[in-house]
Nanobody, 117 residues
Framework: QVQFVESGGGLVQPGGSLKLSCAASGFTFSSAAMSWYRQAPGKERALVATIASASAYSYYADPVKGRFTISRDNAKNTVYLQMNSLKPEDTAVYYC??????????WGQGTQVTVSS
């Protein structure tokens, strides 16, 4: 079973930093491209960042480009999202998932990130 467990969210002030972790299981993690998504209140889930299986490339959505960094540790089956210079509009529930063929249409609980003074 492909499963993901997100952690590391919390309440931070604007301009602050936070690092999210996603522990993956149930598949060959090192073969999978991994992504972070977020869903803000009243909004659809949106792709935030993607990292290739061998970290050969990374993709970032425009709103987070230059502020967020995606990374992975294949030995730990874990993908990370370092978030710097956080803004209130970054407030959302953050989820991780693999790209196909390992994509799991049943999303996990995610981790809440709240950016507020």
């Amino acid at each position: 079973q492909v499963q993901f467990v997100e952690s590391g969210g919390g309440l931070v002030q604007p301009g602050g930093s936070l690092k999210l972790s996603c522990a993956a299981s149930g598949f060959t993690f090192s073969s999978a491209a991994m992504s972070w998504y977020r869903q803000a209140p009243g909004k659809e889930r949106a792709l935030v960042a993607t990292i290739a299986s061998a970290s050969a490339y990374s993709y970032y959505a425009d709103p987070v480009k230059g502020r967020f960094t995606i990374s992975r540790d294949n030995a730990k089956n874990t993908v990370y999202l370092q978030m710097n210079s956080l803004k209130p509009e970054d407030t959302a529930v953050y989820y991780c998932n693999a790209q196909r063929p390992y994509y799991n249409p049943s999303w996990g609980q995610g981790t809440q990130v709240t950016v507020s003074s």
